[in-house]
């Protein structure tokens, strides 16, 4: 898959399975999360409505949680892992502009394991329902993103701590 082909997403997204919390593990550099140093997850959840929500948390640098909440809908009904992302206010959603694409690259069978990213292959975030992910698992994810034409020489891990302390700092992953 070149970078100019339409990014792939999963046949078969199910919102109810994708709800619950993910670690995330590694990521490409992006301005959102520029002062996020550690402990990056995403807790995905439906309301009454069926509406997929998200609240993304990390620690920055200072110490201090980090929080933005979104709500993410279907972009392309023939393609359900085609989303989009909002993190402006229900008031400000009626604007185009403030939705981003958010595309399901990648779901394993158990829902365990995801890669999410988006179309310009800009932005990418490796995904696990553990904190850790083992080193094989983690390889593969990065092969797929990097066949589907994602620069995976510039992941950074997403450090984790288990009692408060910093155990490494965000680096490339190779």
Known sequence: VQ????????????????????????????????????DATAEYSLDAQGVLRVTNRCVRADGQLDEAKGVLRTANRRRPGELEVSFAPAMLQWWPGSWSDFHVIHVDDDYRL???????????WVLSRDKLLPAAD??????????????????????????????GKAEQVH
Do not use: N
Not at 6 to 31: K, Q
Not at 118 to 123: L, N, S, W
């Open 3 to 38: 970078q100019a082909d339409p990014l792939p997403t999963v046949e078969r997204f199910e919102p109810d399975r994708f709800a619950g919390h993910w670690y995330e593990i590694a990521r490409l550099p992006t301005r959102h999360e520029r002062k996020c140093v550690r």
């Open 114 to 124: 995801a890669l999410v990213g988006t179309p310009d292959r800009d932005y990418l």
């Open 138 to 167: 983690f390889e593969s994810l990065k092969a797929l993103a990097q066949r589907y034409g994602f620069d995976t020489s510039r992941l950074m891990a997403t450090p984790r701590t288990s009692d408060g302390s910093v155990q």
